[in-house]
């Protein structure tokens, strides 16, 4: 029985850890949403938010390391390997990746909830938030590259792959901005649209 339980307790420690981790990084944006409502983007300094998550500056960048992370809670880069993971064997990783994109816009109806949606300064962070994304897609070419190329048995480096993983930013940054423009139901039609486009003009 000793050795069976020592051999557990591993698991429940990392298990533990991954939890205290994970309440940490949700306080820390909560607060940080919290100010950013109250005070504007631009006027909430990294140091408040730390203050106000009672941890110390160092550990704010742990977790995230750029303000405008603070806003997001979305990580699109396990959001993509999550639906990934998740898809069906009849499913393309176009349809993984739209499926990751289109949960991104949780993070954009989160902060539209916060208060008045007139309000210049939920505006503001709302402006903050795309960016953000918009951001983080396009820092993301290379893992998009990656797994068109394992869906296509194709290197991530051919021309033809990291042109259809530049058209997924592409098509990313126009959902965004027509959730904006012209509301979530535009943005939605413009990501699935997209998509079987992409798909049905690139594939080899």
């Known amino acids: 029985m000793n050795a069976i339980s020592t051999g557990h307790a591993p698991d429940r420690r990392s ?12 306080e820390i944006r909560d607060q940080a949403l919290r100010l950013f ?16 998550a009672e941890i110390s500056l160092s550990t704010l960048f742990r977790y995230f390391p750029t303000k405008a992370q603070l806003v997001l809670s979305t990580d699109l880069a396990t959001l993509v390997r ?20 289109r949960t991104s816009f949780d993070d954009l109806s989160r902060l539209s909830a916060t208060g008045d949606p007139d309000d210049a300064r939920i505006l503001y962070t709302l402006a903050r938030a795309r960016e953000a994304l918009l951001g983080e897609a396009t820092g993301m070419v ?4 990656e797994l068109i190329g394992e869906d296509w048995g194709r290197d991530p480096h051919d021309p033809l792959v990291q042109a259809a993983a530049g058209g997924v930013v592409g098509i990313g940054i126009a959902a965004w901005t027509a959730d904006r423009d012209l509301g979530r139901e535009a943005a939605f039609a413009i990501l699935a649209r997209g998509m079987r486009a992409l798909e049905a003009g690139f594939r080899p």
Do not use: N
């Open 15 to 26: 298990g533990l850890r991954e939890r205290k981790k994970a309440r940490l990084r949700a």
């Open 37 to 52: 409502v109250e005070q504007g983007y631009e006027a909430t300094t990294v140091q408040q938010v730390a203050e106000a």
């Open 82 to 101: 999550d639906a990934r993971g998740r898809a069906s064997p009849s499913d393309t990783v176009f349809d993984s990746i739209h499926a990751a994109l």
């Open 142 to 145: 290379g893992l998009f590259a």
